[in-house]
C-alpha cells in the first residue's frame, strides 16, 4: 500500500493518541479515518524509541492484513506501549520522551519456495528494502527493514537474526521445514515527540 506523507502523518498522531487516551480514559480511541485508504486492511507495527536517546522502547504490530489499517495501528501502539514482553508498561510520564513510528507492511511473501537451494535465500534479500519472518512449528520471528539498517547486517546475518528472534538457532534459515517470508514497509517517523513526522529512508 503506497501512503502519501499526510496519510502517514495521521497514523503516528493515531499512534500516539491512542496511548494519551489509554492514559487518560483507559478507553480505546473511536474514530474514523479521514482517508479511505486507510480503511483498507494491512499489516502494521508501531515502534517507540526513547528520546533523544534513540533507544528501543516497544515494538509490536501485525504482519498479516487482518485489521483495517487505521484499527491495526491503534492496536499496535497499545500493545507496544503496555504489552511488549520485553519492557516494563509505559509510563504516563514518559509519553512525552518516546518517538513513535509506524511501519505499513505489504504483504509477506514465501521465499523459501522460490529457490532450488536455500544457500541462495540471501541472493532474495535486499538490505533496507526487505523484513523477515521465519517461522518453524510453534517458532516464529519477525524483523523489520529497518533493524537490518540499523546495524548493518548483510542478508546472511539478517536471516539468522530473525533466526534468534524466533527463538531458533542462527542458520535455521537453512534447513528444510523452515519457512522464510520477506515484505517491504514504508515507514513514518516524528522527529520529536509530538514533532514533526517524516518518510524514513532506509535505503
Known amino acids: 500500500m503506497h501512503l502519501q506523507l499526510d496519510e502517514g502523518s495521521f497514523l503516528v498522531r ?13 478507553e480505546i480511541l473511536e474514530i474514523k479515518p479521514p482517508y ?10 508501531v515502534t517507540l524509541n526513547t528520546y533523544p536517546e534513540g533507544e528501543l522502547r516497544g515494538c509490536i504490530g501485525f504482519p498479516e492484513p487482518i485489521y483495517p ?14 504489552e511488549d514482553p520485553r519492557f516494563p508498561p509505559l509510563s504516563e510520564d514518559e509519553i ?8 505499513v507492511l505489504t504483504p509477506p511473501e514465501r ?3 522460490m529457490v532450488s537451494r536455500r544457500e541462495e535465500l540471501p541472493e ?7 523484513g523477515l519472518i521465519v517461522r518453524r512449528n510453534r517458532f516464529s520471528g519477525l524483523l523489520l527493514p529497518q533493524v537490518a539498517v540499523e546495524y548493518s547486517w548483510s542478508p546472511e546475518e539478517f536471516l539468522d537474526q530473525t533466526c534468534i528472534k ?14 522464510v517470508y520477506r515484505f517491504s514497509a514504508l515507514v513514518f517517523a516524528e522527529e520529536s515527540p509530538n514533532g514533526k513526522v517524516v518518510i524514513r529512508e532506509l535505503g
Do not use: Q
Open 14 to 26: 493515531l499512534a500516539r493518541m491512542s496511548i494519551v487516551s489509554f492514559f487518560t480514559n483507559r
Open 36 to 45: 479511505p485508504k486507510l480503511e483498507e486492511k494491512s499489516g502494521a507495527f
Open 69 to 82: 489499517l487505521y484499527k491495526a495501528v491503534m492496536r499496535a501502539a497499545l500493545a507496544a506501549a503496555f
Open 96 to 103: 512525552d520522551r518516546v518517538t513513535v513510528e509506524v511501519s
Open 111 to 113: 521465499i523459501d519456495t
Open 124 to 130: 532474495l534479500i535486499v538490505v533496507g528494502k526487505h
Open 166 to 179: 524466533a527463538w531458533m538457532r542462527p542458520g535455521c534459515w537453512l534447513s528444510e521445514g523452515t519457512e
